[in-house]
């Protein structure tokens, strides 16, 4: 035996005693016989799981248990794998495979589970597989449209034709580049685009070059190496492509992509293969690509922010979404779909709809008149005072600019500033609104019910 000293620690290796004190700790049950058949060793959970005790050792095997299979791999040298087992009231698999020194078969060895244990393992490999597969079903969940073609509410002309150019579009794989304000429903389209296609069963991707930081995107859209980077394990991951692939991935915001990338990102396009950062090799992946932007890209350019090469490679469909300001005709209906036939709203309110200017297009609409409906109460009208502060000034302003109001809102419009004005110099107290009820003439609980009316606090 040799005896190392390392650290103050005394080890044994390169003996037999050590590889039996490894044998001895094993989970698995061995036994082990020579070129003759003898059996040399066996280790005690082989004791525990066949009830082979150790005197077996030094006994030809067959003669102790003749069914055995070890033999018939001593003689052929050919391993066998998850032999089922079965003795007295014992269940095992067995995996067997010749003892190999120097190109000669010096003896076999069986390594045993207790079917239990199998078992259980092939249990939990069960409840695995199906966690990843409830996992997946709700990735592709996730990766599956919202919105299709009849969602996208349309009323004037030119957005009748982009549908309809839309739906050609769909039934192919060509590349489409979607242009227009922020909120103006490129993102609609694009889902719409996608469900309409051959590729509507498999995933859509959807992703913001602009919400991910410059020096991750590269990362996100192909993926990374697996392997060891400064002695660490690095576990390997598809990006956006691969996991876009038979699909559509939906690039939004192209426009705030930078260089680099996007002479990346045309390479790909153009061999139909990523390759993933920290790899050699090529994968091939198949992605319908739709692009979108708000930004001009062809300004892009000019200041060159943006590939020429790579805008010809998106842009083969050019959708230009036109702002909400230029289809009038359709906030009313699109107001309407909102509100889901479950509020009323008052005439003058939908004339000023249409006449705002909706810098921040229909995603506007919708962040208004979600706050209108927090706001109204029950068996109330929608009307201009149950919108948001800088709203209710542009309807003030547009009507100034008239120099008309309609009567009851002129009336809304000076109780409020009367209201405004007498609470001004008034205090928190019950006491203190009491007195401004009484200058004014009426109760106290009518002055709380105006100031919940105007929002006064
Ligand atoms: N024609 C339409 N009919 C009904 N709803 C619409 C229409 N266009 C857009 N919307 C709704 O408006 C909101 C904004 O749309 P979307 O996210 O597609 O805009 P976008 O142009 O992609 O915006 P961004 O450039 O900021 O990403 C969404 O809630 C969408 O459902």
Redesign the pocket.
């Known amino acids: 035996m040799v005896l190392n000293v390392n650290k103050g620690m005394v080890t044994i290796e390169g003996t037999v005693e050590w590889w039996k004190a490894i044998v001895e700790s094993m989970n698995d049950g061995v036994l082990v016989i020579d070129q003759a058949g003898i059996v040399r060793t066996i280790n005690p959970e082989y004791t525990r799981i066949t009830g082979v005790t150790p005197d077996i050792i030094g006994k030809p095997l067959v003669s102790y248990r003749p069914g055995a299979r070890l033999p018939e791999t001593l003689a052929s040298g050919k391993s066998q794998v998850g032999v089922y087992r079965k003795t007295h009231d014992r269940e095992y698999v067995v995996d067997m495979a010749p003892v190999v020194v120097n190109d000669e078969i010096v003896g076999a060895v069986s390594v045993c589970k207790s079917l239990n244990e199998v078992q259980l393992l092939t249990l939990e490999l069960e409840k695995q597989r199906q966690k990843v597969k409830e996992l997946q079903e709700r990735m592709s969940a996730l990766h599956r449209v919202r919105?299709t073609f009849d969602?996208?509410?349309?009323a004037e002309s030119n957005?009748q034709d982009i549908v309809s150019i839309a739906k050609k579009t769909a039934a192919t794989d060509l590349p489409v580049l979607i242009g227009?304000?922020?909120?103006?429903?490129?993102?609609?389209?694009a889902h719409a685009i996608h469900h309409a296609s051959l590729r509507s069963d498999k995933p859509f991707i959807a992703v913001?070059c602009s919400a991910i930081p410059s020096d991750l995107i590269e990362n996100e859209l192909f993926g990374h190496f697996e392997g060891v980077l400064y002695s660490k394990p690095v576990i390997g991951k598809a990006g956006l492509f691969e996991m876009a692939d038979g699909g559509t991935l939906f690039l939004?915001?192209i426009g705030d992509l930078s260089l680099d990338v996007q002479a990346k990102l045309l390479r790909v396009l153009q061999e139909g293969a990523i390759r993933r950062v920290g790899e050699v090799e090529e994968r091939r992946v198949d992605v319908r690509i739709i692009a979108?932007t708000?930004r001009d890209l062809q300004q892009l350019i000019t200041k060159g922010l943006f590939r020429n090469d790579l805008l010809y490679r998106l842009n083969t469909i050019d959708l230009q979404?036109p702002p909400l300001r230029e289809r009038k005709k359709?906030i009313p209906l699109?107001a309407q779909?909102?509100l889901a036939d479950r509020f009323e709203v008052e005439e003058n309110v939908l004339k000023f709809l249409t006449q705002y200017d909706w810098p921040g297009?229909?995603?506007e609409l919708?962040n208004v008149l979600d706050y209108a409906k927090c706001l109204v109460d029950e068996n109330e009208r929608i009307s201009i005072r149950h919108f948001p502060d800088f709203m209710q000034k542009q309807h003030t302003l547009l009507n100034e600019e008239k120099g008309i109001l309609p009567l009851h809102e002129a009336v809304e419009v000076a109780e409020k500033q009367i209201l405004e004005t007498s609470l001004q110099s008034c205090g928190p107290t019950v006491g203190e609104r009491q007195e401004v009820a009484d200058l004014l003439g009426i109760s106290l609980a009518t002055l709380y019910n105006k100031m919940k009316k105007y929002n006064i606090k």
């Open positions: 919105y969602d996208i509410i349309r957005m227009g304000e922020s909120g103006t429903g490129k993102e609609l389209f913001n939004d915001e979108s708000h979404i359709e699109i779909s909102l297009n229909i995603r919708r």
